[in-house]
């Protein structure tokens, strides 16, 4: 059975940082698609960042591209979100999802979901 269970979410303030962990089970992270995705109260939900394959291939979003990384551990099976210079427009609840196809990093590609995690950025 596939699950995704996230942790870290918190209150920051802006210029600060935060590190979001999506541990796996049922799956292994090394060989599928797993991606951040955020939605903010009243907007779509969007994609943040995934690594795709056993190469390990990244994609950001261009609001996120030198800020946040994204990386995996495989003895953990865990999925992490460094979040630095964080921003109030990053204020959202992040989700992660897998992908087993490896398909683009978009909401709509991804078949599983965790249960969210609450960021809030404060001026």
């Known amino acids: 059975q596939v699950r995704l269970v996230e942790s870290g979410g918190d209150s920051v303030q802006a210029g600060g940082s935060l590190r979001l962990s999506c541990r796996a089970s049922?799956?292994?992270?090394?060989?599928?698609?797993v991606g951040w995705f955020r939605q903010a109260p009243g907007k779509e939900r969007e994609a943040v960042s995934c690594?795709?394959?056993?190469?390990?291939?990244?994609y950001y979003a261009d609001s996120v591209q030198g800020r946040f990384t994204i990386s995996r551990d495989r003895a953990r099976n865990t999925i992490y979100l460094q979040m630095n210079n964080l921003k109030p427009e990053d204020t959202a609840v992040y989700y992660c999802?897998?992908?087993?196809?490896?398909?683009?990093?978009?909401?709509?590609?991804?078949?599983?979901w965790g249960q969210g995690t609450q960021v809030t950025v404060s001026p």
């Open positions: 690594i795709k394959g056993s190469q390990g291939n990244t």
């Open positions: 999802a897998a992908d087993f196809e490896n398909r683009l990093c978009t909401p709509n590609e991804y078949d599983y």
């Open positions: 049922g799956f292994t992270v090394d060989y599928f698609g």
